[in-house]
Nanobody, 119 residues
Framework: QVQLVESGGGLVQAGGSLRLSCVAS????????MGWYRQAPGNQRELVAS???????NYADSVKGRFTISRGNALKTVYLQMNSLKPEDTAVYYC?????????????WGQGTQVTVSS
């Protein structure tokens, strides 16, 4: 069974930095992309950043220039470097893998990690 496990969340003051990590494990045949999403209370889950197998990246306008997504080998590990954090970045951050495993092709989610930015 595929698992995605996030880490690196926490409490930080505005202007500070955090680095999130996501590690995928299990019987994964191939990756298409990996992405970071976030969900604040009362809000819908939104895409923060994504990276494809070829290395192409995509960012939400609200984080461009502040956040950087990167990957390890074969997309099994993905990182989100978050700089110049703002209180509005406070949310639960989720890792999502678009991949093919023994079940089939689709999105697989991690359990989330809380990021809280104090003003």
């Amino acid at each position: 069974q595929v698992q995605l496990v996030e880490s690196g969340g926490g409490l930080v003051q505005a202007g500070g930095s955090l680095r999130l990590s996501c590690v995928a494990s299990g019987s994964i045949f191939s990756f298409n992309s990996m992405g970071w999403y976030r969900q604040a209370p009362g809000n819908q889950r939104e895409l923060v950043a994504s990276i494809t197998r070829s290395g192409s990246t995509n960012y939400a306008d609200s984080v461009k220039g502040r956040f950087t997504i990167s990957r390890g080998n074969a997309l099994k590990t993905v990182y989100l470097q978050m700089n110049s954090l703002k209180p509005e970045d406070t949310a639960v951050y989720y890792c999502k893998g678009s991949l093919t495993d023994s079940i089939g092709s689709g999105g697989r989610w991690g359990q989330g990690t809380q990021v809280t930015v104090s003003s």
